[in-house]
């Protein structure tokens, strides 16, 4: 912990989440624990193929059986205009238009009845026909369709091929990750209600004014008569970053009914209803001098997409970032396959990205024979490789040589197979990252009262990160009051607009906002004569005042286009140590050190627990997690918590997580985004071990025991 | 088919137990619930006209009996796994029961739900998939053609690859386990080994039970003073989930030469494995490397394998190999 923090400062300390203890007794409402009066219950029909068109839909069964009081499907739908692009460049593709079936599970239909297992039971009595096609599954299907440089990233400075021609020393490898999929613990929950010709709908997202904007234009009401409400969520992880086909059925089918309808969808259906990381391939091709000087990078990269989306999760973004190096070219497609929509799951493109990049740099520095940290220093962008700024913060270094300090890396022997504990091969690898920095425009409105308490409010969500906590410090930290005088309200479309809980691009925003607030208030209060040392309480006492209000605004993506500065994002160093029972091909992850530069931190204590999650799901992706399809049938052949397997606590070892770096000089409170750096270099660091331990590189995730038996 | 509703009777005993399922085609009895209640009110793949509830039944505790344990039906995982006895002789029962479920399971799964598991297979387990034998006989397997991972390839075939994935019952099948059943017709014992049934063409039908028959105990040979035993269990990880290969073997070895053994194997039976051929190899041979190969290659012979089991045949042989060096090192 080497941030600096002033004396009196409240900003960066461990205090415990404010709403954790009404989250550990039960009393902080989540999607599914709203309950309306008159509330009918809902179920989703989905399709049992994933590519074809629906010939026939019969209702007739399910509306005759008991309790049920509507079956809608694209036959009876009243018809819905197109939502908007979210300023993500997503929008929603609304099934009912056409008789297309795109993916396996894709919603067909919504029955509402009395409760919620009389609508179930009568879901399974729709009866549907189906003219099926045998389903596009696989990258490699030349059915696929191919957008080449979807995004328009595709990039190129120097000559990139000449360069790999001339190179001492090159890498060619390909890596392929497969599908992940970021089921929440929480189920995505939508209760919707007309009232009067209003709308509120309490939905599970992370995005809530995208919601409110899509909802409006596709049941053609104003924004202002929509509210969406998501005081808290239970996990979102990317999955909550688009809206999805059953907010838009629950919706519908309440305003049919003309009572609130609730829909919680079952675990099976959260595999394929809220988004996934697409599978990917990439091949990563490196050239170096003798002294491990990188002289080219070519990376083309192909991830799959679903049938008519358009998500947009590149993985080349990063590449030309990641180090110094004169010449480098990407190239990215995109494959439209018969797969449920894909999402925005925790540092998408990113993560692809850093494991082909930094395995590859892992084999570059083997065949060097140089260390993999010295690879790195010596190939360390001091400033951005494309734009020549100077980084508006940029650790990376202490990230690695602090990182290196702490697992004791020094005397690691480079050689693989070097190192026997038992049975056991050990193994030790390493990786970094650079992750992009990312914001939208944030508004806020705080208030101050007679009684010394502050009030900020501001429709943000908190995804379980600490948003409420750590907007509580800031302000309490800008007006000099404690914690417990803070009251934050989020998560309410009726409040100030604020951008989605999402690219690590809340936080920033949103203090950014704080502290503009705050100091107009500042002004204000200055206008009223102050006495040296007088309470804010004294001060609107003495003058009888009830309250003093002030809106903030942030708008730093317009701020990051005109300054001089490269803006950054957080970086980060894992180490990783694994042991391997060569034998049964078991790996376990025996140590692992994160070093973190996310600027100046807003809590330590969360700050902490947003790495370790990462952490966590980093060593899923590197071992465990895969979304399995029917080659047949397109169907999430594992789309359970049993059969999906992410990491469990016996899978985590002890983490030691440090953040280094001082305060970012772009962002006003000097932070730096930490929801997804700490994911993004672990499965590269633990497949680097991997080889360390056994000589074999796996570029395949996950490692599986089945691909080092 | 859906039904609109369950009946759910509480047993006062075990012969009106048994009297209140046998009476009705489409009862079933209801213990812990894991299995009966997901499969017939999350899963929808059974649909039961009533449920005979005998969680209340006084059959639950551990005696014994000379050298004999008898072990009631209701025990639950972590009861038998903190049995003095099961500590003392039988390691391998102990160390099968902790390395399955999760401690909150293990507190209320009981032996005899255990043993009466049905398959995690999640093409029998998705009344959306129209092809699976044990729920339609004739319909086809859709796993077979599917993402195989978590399935069989011993006593597997065409009809049926799903996998009993029972840990208790590898050790239990290797001791030799008897169990006691219970209908109108009295009392009967069968060992647990002719228990189970492969699929063969009829993969609905599981275990010789009929219907109506209650399993209350389950008797467990205890092993002789001077046995070294061991259960492994090999998974993608650490806790929580299935095996993928798992194997229970109990030697005795007399200067140098295994003089008993037996070995039941997990993660690969369509039924909990009792592998006789690889005790036929073991008894009277060397306790060597090259012993304990013979006896992985003898174990998994005429493997029925899909693309996605293949990896389990070598996999299954090292996992043998290392328990056998375990128990005898």
């Given amino acids: 912990m080497t941030t600096t923090l002033t004396k009196q400062s409240l900003l960066g300390r461990p205090i415990d989440r404010i709403d954790g203890r009404r989250k550990v007794a039960g009393a902080a409402p989540y999607p599914s624990d709203f309950d309306l009066p008159g509330q009918a219950h809902a179920a989703l029909v989905s399709s049992t193929i994933a590519n074809g068109r629906i010939t026939r839909i019969d209702r007739s069964a399910a509306e005759a059986a008991p309790g049920v009081l509507l079956v809608l499907t694209r036959d009876n739908a009243p018809a819905v205009a197109d939502p908007p692009m979210s300023n993500l460049g997503s929008t929603m593709r609304w099934y009912f238009r056409d008789d297309r079936i795109l993916h396996y599970g894709q919603h067909i239909g919504i029955v509402v009845a009395g409760t919620r297992a009389q609508a179930q039971a009568a879901a399974r009595l729709v009866e549907v026909e189906y003219a099926a096609e045998e389903p596009v599954l696989d990258l490699d299907d030349p059915r696929a369709t191919i957008e080449e440089n979807p995004y328009g990233l595709d990039s190129s400075r120097g000559d990139a091929a000449a360069a790999l021609d001339a190179a001492d020393v090159t890498v060619d490898s390909t890596y392929t990750i497969g599908a992940e999929i970021n089921s929440p613990m929480g189920l995505f929950t939508t209760v919707a209600s007309w009232q009067g010709g209003r709308l509120v709908v309490h939905d599970t997202t992370q995005f809530p004014s995208m919601v409110r904007a899509s909802l409006a234009a596709m049941f053609g009401v104003p924004e202002r008569d929509v509210r969406v409400l998501i005081p808290f969520l239970g996990g979102g992880f990317g999955a909550g970053l688009r809206l999805w086909s059953h907010t838009v059925l629950t919706t519908m089918a309440a305003r049919e009914l003309d009572r609130p309808v609730k829909l919680v969808l079952t675990r099976p259906q959260m595999f394929s209803s809220t988004g996934h990381r697409a599978a990917s391939r990439q091949r990563m091709r490196l050239g170096a001098t003798q002294d491990g000087r990188l002289v080219a990078i070519d990376h083309d990269a192909v991830a799959a997409n679903g049938i008519g989306d358009m998500l947009p999760a590149p993985i080349e973004m990063g590449t030309p970032m990641a180090y110094a190096c004169d010449n480098v070219a990407t190239h990215e497609r995109r494959a439209h396959l018969n797969i449920a929509f894909t999402g925005f799951m925790r540092a998408p493109g990113s993560v692809e990205l850093h494991f082909a990049l930094e395995s590859a740099l892992d084999e570059l520095a083997g065949k060097l024979g140089i260390d993999p940290v010295e690879l790195r220093l010596r190939n360390y962008a001091e400033v951005h490789p494309e734009s020549g700024k100077p980084w508006s913060s940029k650790a990376l270094r202490e990230c690695l040589t602090v990182g290196a300090d702490r697992f004791g890396w020094s005397g690691r022997d480079p050689s693989p197979r070097s190192t026997r504990d038992g049975d056991l091969l050990v193994g030790q690898g390493m990786a970094e990252a650079s992750f992009d920095f990312y914001a939208q425009p944030c508004t806020v409105r705080l208030s101050v009262d007679r009684g010394g308490n502050a009030l900020v409010r501001t429709g943000a969500t908190d995804i379980g990160t600490g948003t409420y906590t750590i907007t509580a410090q800031l302000t309490a930290d800008l007006l000099g009051i404690e914690v417990d005088q803070v009251r934050v309200e989020l998560g309410d479309t009726d409040l100030p607009p604020a951008p989605q809980s999402g690219g690590s691009g809340l936080a920033g925003a949103l203090g950014a906002a704080v502290k503009d607030a705050a100091a107009a208030l500042g002004e204000r209060l200055a206008r009223l004569d102050g006495r040296p040392g007088e309470t804010i309480a004294s001060l609107l006492d003495r003058h009888g005042l009830d309250e003093l209000s002030a809106t903030g605004h942030s708008d730093l993506p317009a701020a990051a286009a005109t300054t001089d500065l490269a803006v950054a994002g957080p970086f980060a160093a894992t180490f990783a140590e694994v042991g391997v029972d060569e034998e049964l091909g078991v790996v376990r992850v025996r140590r692992l050190v994160s070093v973190i530069d996310g600027g100046r931190l807003y809590n330590e204590k969360t700050a902490r627990s947003q790495i370790i999650g990462g952490t966590v799901m980093g060593i899923g992706a590197a071992l465990l997690e895969e979304a399995a399809y029917d080659p047949h049938t397109g169907r999430v052949a594992n789309g359970t918590f049993g059969d999906y397997l992410m990491a469990v606590n016996a899978d985590v070892p002890d983490l030691d997580i440090t953040f280094v770096g001082g305060p970012d000089a772009f962002n006003p409170v000097g932070t730096k985004g930490l929801g997804e750096i700490g994911i993004v270099a672990v499965a590269p660091a633990i497949a680097n071990a991997v080889h360390h331990a056994t000589g074999r590189r796996i570029r395949d995730l996950p490692i599986t025991l089945d691909k080092l038996l | ?329």
């Fill in chain 2, 1 to 329: 088919m859906t039904r609109t509703g369950i009946e759910y009777l509480r047993a006062k005993d075990q012969d009106s137990a048994v009297a209140l399922v046998a009476e009705d085609p489409d009862a079933a009895f209801l213990a812990g619930g894991t299995t009966e209640l997901d499969l017939a009110l999350k899963d929808r793949v059974v649909h039961p006209s009533r449920f005979v509830d005998i969680g209340r039944l006084p059959l639950r505790g551990v005696t014994r009996d000379g050298d004999r344990l008898r072990v009631a039906a209701l025990t639950t995982m972590e009861e038998l796994a903190a049995d003095p006895t099961v500590r003392a002789r039988l390691p391998l029962v102990r160390e099968a029961l902790l390395l399955g479920a999760s401690t909150q399971l293990r507190n209320m799964a009981t032996i005899g739900g255990n043993l009466l598991q049905r398959t995690r297979c999640r093409y029998f387990r998705d009344p959306d998939v129209a092809a699976c034998n044990k729920r339609e006989p004739g319909s086809g397997c859709a796993a077979i053609e599917g993402v195989a991972r978590m399935h069989a390839i011993l006593g597997a075939g065409p009809s049926c690859i799903a996998l009993h994935a029972s840990d208790l019952c590898v050790p239990l099948v290797a001791l030799d386990a008897v169990v006691e059943l219970l209908d109108a017709d009295g009392p009967r014992r069968v060992p647990l080994t002719d228990f189970y049934l492969t699929p063969g063409d009829r993969p609905d039908v599981e275990t010789v039970l009929r219907h109506g028959e209650l399993l209350t105990h389950v008797e467990i040979p205890l092993l002789p003073a001077g046995t070294r035993s061991a259960y492994i269990k090999v998974r993608d990880r650490t806790s929580y989930e299935f095996g993928l290969t798992t194997a229970g073997a109990a030697v005795q070895v007399d200067d140098g030469t295994i003089t008993m053994a037996r070995v039941g194997l997990g993660g690969v039976g369509t039924v909990p494995w009792r592998s006789w051929e690889a005790e036929r190899v073991l008894v009277g041979s060397p306790a060597n490397e090259r012993t304990f190969a013979a006896a992985a290659q003898a174990a998994i012979r005429d493997p029925f394998t899909v693309p996605g089991t293949e990896f389990k045949v070598e996999l299954a042989k090292r996992t043998i190999v290392r328990i056998l060096r375990t128990v005898t090192s």
